[in-house]
């Protein structure tokens, strides 16, 4: 593992035939951190993945791994591992022999291949499978094998492409953990495609946001959930409800309103004027419908869905748009139609 194991792009272009699939991008990753690379269906997040990997070139742009340029390098001339969805384990070989190929392409000795991959499996916690096929493990301990075949290499960069795909919800969980815990034991430099932002969230020091090949935001998790910078960021993390209105300024303070109705108390730089704004669903809350204050607006509930640990409802305004908004508290679901007040946590508003 060399010691920088940064990745760098710089205009980078990606065309099949025609088409730009990757359109100019630029972005660093620095060594040792786990950067998502998110983005809908099609966004042209695996083929930027596999540009990493020499798997695809690129049509035009630099690549840089660990300083040196790569951009026309192929994949067995860079130093990359690649964790596929599919885990492509051999079925045939046990779970030694699978984490031994990984280290096919070096001219290493018996001994020493065998003390590496049985070190790359203690390091996944599999040392006592390592007699076993694929098919007699799990999902989440195959993709365990994996991981183990792209670290015993020493790769100065660990690619996953949708490495949880295959496991269900509960496992998910656990193994994006693991992914996690294991990329930061051995400190190597980590890229993962995900279209799942909740994974993204929970597994990465930077995320690169992408829409139709280009790269609509880049920052950390927390950075992005509460400052996006377009509608796209907005809307694509955490769910969000878009309005316009106008930041006014009321008796004491400035306020954002839509006609009439005051829906929060507006403490930023923006200046006086027309705006659109983002709601988080869990920034609307219910207010006392006896004693309503002057920063709340009545609604109307259309819609509830009780999910146990919260309760999604849609709402209806007066002046026409509806919210989604989702009720944390223990309280009883309300009914369709019930007629309500609601008051918003300015902290969950972005203003684009
Ligand atoms: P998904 O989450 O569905 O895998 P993605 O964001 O990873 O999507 P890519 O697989 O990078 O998207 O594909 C981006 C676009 O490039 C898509 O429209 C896809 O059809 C197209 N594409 C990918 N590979 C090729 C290819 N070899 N030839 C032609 N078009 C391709």
């Not at 060594?31 to 998110?38: D, I």
């Not at 026309?72 to 001339?77: D, E, F, H, Q, R």
């Not at 496991?167 to 993962?192: C, H, M, P, S």
């Not at 204050?293 to 509830?304: E, H, N, R, T, V």
């Amino acid at each position: 593992m060399s010691q920088d194991s940064s990745v760098i792009f710089k205009n980078v272009v990606k065309a099949f035939n025609d088409t730009h699939v990757v359109k100019s991008i630029n972005f660093q990753v620095d060594s040792g951190k786990l950067v998502t690379l998110l983005g809908p269906s099609g966004c042209g997040k695996t083929t930027t993945l596999r540009m990493i990997a020499g798997l695809e070139l690129p049509t035009s742009g630099e690549i840089y791994i660990s300083g040196k340029e790569v951009s026309k390098v192929s994949a067995s001339g860079r130093n990359v591992g690649m964790v596929f969805q599919s885990y492509a384990l051999f079925p045939h070989m046990t779970v030694l022999q699978n984490v031994c190929y990984g280290l096919s392409n070096q001219k290493s000795k018996k001994e020493e291949m065998f003390e590496k991959a049985e070190k790359a499996l203690a390091t996944v916690g599999l040392s006592h499978f390592k007699e076993r096929y694929p098919s007699e493990l799990s999902g989440g301990q195959q993709q365990r094998v994996a991981i183990a075949r792209s670290i015993v290499i020493q790769p100065d960069v660990l690619l996953f492409d949708e490495p949880l795909s295959n496991l269900d919800a509960k496992l998910r969980r656990q193994v994006r953990q693991d992914i996690r815990d294991l990329q930061q034991e051995i400190g190597v430099t980590a890229i993962y495609v995900t279209h799942d932002q909740e994974e993204a969230l929970a597994i990465s020091d930077d995320i690169i946001v992408m829409n139709d090949g280009e790269i609509s935001q880049i920052g950390s998790p927390n950075n992005l959930y509460k400052h996006p910078e377009n509608t796209f960021v907005a809307q694509f993390i955490g769910d969000a409800n878009k309005l316009t209105g106008n930041i006014v300024d009321n008796a004491e303070n400035r306020v954002f309103k839509i006609n009439e109705h005051c829906l929060f108390t507006y403490q930023g730089d923006k200046t006086v004027g027309k705006y659109d704004v983002f709601i988080r669903p869990n920034a609307l809350k219910f207010v006392n419908s006896e004693s309503p204050s002057d920063i709340s607006f009545p609604a109307k509930i259309k819609k509830s869905i009780y999910l146990g640990s919260h309760t999604e409802y849609q709402l209806v305004t007066p002046w026409g748009d509806s919210l989604f908004m989702i009720d944390y508290s223990f309280d009883e679901p309300l009914a369709n139609q019930t007629k309500i007040f609601i008051s918003i946590d300015a902290r969950g508003v972005s203003i684009v």
